[in-house]
């Protein structure tokens, strides 16, 4: 019976090997870009050494100085806001929005674009609570870093799936 039951998850595997299939995030991208330096406006050092580790990570080599770069990879305007969503019956906020936007691109050290100048907008409710304030803004700031590791996720999806 042991037999039996091992045939079919085997034959699975063999399928999913040969079909090109890749766990949800790892996958290296192409030695074409070169050496990359990532350009991000302001003091945003978060977002800087996010995406660092996570291009790092697969196989990008990064230099610290645009001179010595093949590309660049441009992050412009992030920014986060919040607006209101929901409102209890004494007019109270019960509910807000988080919004991260960005734009990226990803170019040549001739200007010519490798990915062209994209935006991304990311979305996270959160509840507020009045009386617990410390916990509302601990919340708030559990989804900054949230949006930061989820648009880095998506830049580097993007780059790979326009760099192939």
Do not use: K, W
Not at 25 to 52: M, S
Not at 55 to 77: C, H, M, N, P, Q
Not at 126 to 131: A, Q, T
């Amino acid at each position: 019976m042991s037999t039996f039951l091992r045939l079919p998850a085997f034959a699975a595997l063999l399928f999913l090997v040969g079909c090109g299939f890749h766990v949800r995030g790892h996958y290296q991208l192409p030695d074409t870009v070169g050496a990359v330096f990532i350009e991000v406006p302001g003091y945003d050092y978060d977002l800087r050494h996010r995406l660092h580790r996570a291009l790092s990570s697969r196989g990008v080599r990064l230099v610290e100085d645009a001179t010595e770069a093949d590309s660049v990879l441009r992050i412009s305007d992030p920014a986060f806001t919040t607006r209101v969503l929901s409102v209890g019956t004494d007019a109270r906020v019960l509910e807000h929005e988080l919004r991260y936007t960005l734009g990226f691109e990803l170019s040549r050290r001739d200007g010519s674009f490798l990915v062209a100048p994209q935006n991304l907008e990311l979305l996270r409710d959160i509840s507020y609570d009045e009386s617990n304030v410390l916990g509302s803004q601990s919340e708030a700031n559990a989804g900054r870093v949230e949006l930061l590791d989820q648009s880095v996720r998506e830049i580097v999806r993007r780059l790979a799936a326009r760099l192939r």
